[in-house]
C-alpha cells in the first residue's frame, strides 16, 4: 500500500470524508501528517502553502511527511519541500453548481454573500457585491480554481483554460469526482493498492437536507457562467474520471467493486450507528462527536451503539470523528510531550 500522500482538499466537496479516509489509515499504519503549526486546522488558508506553515518543518533538516491532506492553496514546489518525491497526489472536485450553492449557505457572512438573501440575488448583478480585492472573494467565484492555486478572476480564454488543466494534470495522479463518491473511492483504492475497508466511510460534514432547495434552469445557466473557470476544470475531469474507469477498470468490474464497498457501508451501519443514520446536530448524544456548525448550515453527524466492544467502539467511534476533533487527537499523537 501507498503510504505518502498529498490530498489537496477542496472545499465543499466531501472532501472531509476523504480526510476521515486518511486519518483512520494514517493513524492504523502510524503514519505521520503535516499538520499545521501549533495544531490548527488550516495551513495558513487562504494563503498560497509554504513549507514553514507546517509543524516540525525547518529548512536546517528537512523532514519529511507521509500525509499532507489538511486545508491549504496548492503551491506544488513548496509542498514538496514537505512530503516524498515518491508521493501520490489527488485532490476531489464538484459540479460548480452545487458547489456555489453550498457555498453560499456555509459561507453566508462572507462579504460577497453577506448582503443578499438569495444566491439568485446575488447573481442577478454579482459585481455590486462581490469585489475582485477582498481577501475573501474566493468563497464566491470559482472556489475550486483558487484551491488549485490559479486566479478565480482570470481571464477565460481558451489558452488559459488549456494552461491550468495541463497545470492540474502534471501535478496530479487523479481527481476524483464527489458525484461519483463510490466510483471514486473504488479508484483511489486501485491506486493507492489499499484494501476495501481502507476506503470505506460515512459521509461527512454533510448538511441538512432541509436548507437545500432546487436552482432553477435561469439561476443554473448563472452560476456556470460566473463560475466558467470551476465549471471548465470539473467538465474536463469528470470526462477523463471515467476515461480511466474504462481504460483501468472497466465499467463491469467497477458495478461489482461499487456494490462491494456498498454493502461493507451498509454492514458498518448497523454494527455501529443508533438508527439508520445521520442526526440534527442537536440529536448528537456525545458532544465529542458534534460537527462545527458553520454559516447557515446545519451539519449533520451520528450517535454510536451503546455497548459495543472496546475494538469495535473504537473502529466505529473513528469512522464517525468530525474532522476538527480527529485532527487534535492525531496532533496531540504525533506531538506528545516526550517523558523526561
Not at 488558508?45 to 491532506?69: D, K, M, T, W
Not at 459561507?107 to 442577478?124: Q, T
Not at 471515467?242 to 461499487?258: A, S, Y
Request: positive net charge; hydrophobic residues 35%; aromatic residues 12%.
Amino acid at each position: 500500500p501507498k503510504t505518502d500522500i498529498v490530498f489537496l482538499k477542496v472545499h465543499k466537496s466531501a472532501s472531509s470524508t476523504v480526510m476521515n479516509i486518511l486519518f483512520r489509515f494514517g493513524e492504523t499504519h502510524n503514519l505521520t501528517f503535516a499538520f499545521p503549526l501549533g495544531g490548527g486546522y488550516q495551513l495558513y488558508y487562504p494563503h498560497h502553502f509554504l513549507a514553514r506553515f507546517v509543524e516540525g518543518f525547518s529548512r536546517q533538516s528537512p523532514r519529511r511527511f507521509n500525509i499532507l491532506c489538511h486545508h491549504m492553496r496548492f503551491l506544488q514546489p513548496e509542498v514538496q519541500k514537505v512530503v516524498p518525491s515518491s508521493a501520490i497526489y489527488f485532490s476531489i472536485l464538484r459540479n460548480p453548481v452545487q458547489l456555489m450553492e453550498s457555498s453560499f449557505v456555509y459561507y453566508k457572512g462572507a462579504s460577497a454573500f453577506s448582503r443578499v438573501r438569495s444566491l439568485e440575488e446575488f447573481l442577478s448583478q454579482p459585481y455590486r457585491y462581490y469585489n475582485p480585492a477582498s481577501g475573501d472573494r474566493h468563497y464566491a467565484r470559482n472556489l475550486m480554481t483558487f484551491d488549485f492555486g490559479f486566479n478565480p478572476d482570470g481571464e477565460v480564454s481558451p489558452q488559459r483554460v488549456q494552461l491550468m488543466l495541463k497545470a492540474i494534470e502534471a501535478s496530479f495522479d487523479f481527481l476524483l469526482i464527489s458525484e461519483y463518491f463510490d466510483e471514486s473511492m473504488v479508484l483511489l483504492k486501485e491506486l493507492l493498492c489499499w484494501d476495501l475497508d481502507s476506503v470505506v466511510s460515512f459521509p461527512l460534514n454533510t448538511r441538512d437536507s432541509s436548507t437545500k432547495s432546487p436552482l432553477p434552469e435561469s439561476v443554473v445557466e448563472k452560476i456556470k457562467a460566473w463560475n466558467r473557470l470551476d465549471w471548465e476544470i470539473y467538465t474536463h475531469f469528470n470526462r477523463t474520471f471515467w476515461e480511466r474507469i474504462d481504460r483501468d477498470i472497466g465499467r463491469e468490474r467497477m458495478r461489482r467493486e461499487v456494490q462491494a464497498l456498498r454493502e461493507r457501508q451498509a454492514e458498518l451501519a448497523r454494527t455501529c450507528l443508533q438508527g439508520t443514520g445521520s442526526v440534527a446536530p442537536k440529536d448528537i448524544k456525545d458532544s465529542s462527536l458534534r460537527p462545527l456548525q458553520h454559516g447557515g448550515a446545519r451539519i449533520l453527524g451520528y450517535n454510536l451503539k451503546q455497548g459495543l466492544d472496546q475494538e469495535l467502539e473504537r473502529t466505529c467511534r473513528r469512522l464517525v470523528t468530525p474532522e476538527l476533533q480527529y485532527s487534535s487527537i492525531l496532533y496531540k499523537k504525533q506531538f506528545a510531550p516526550q517523558p523526561p
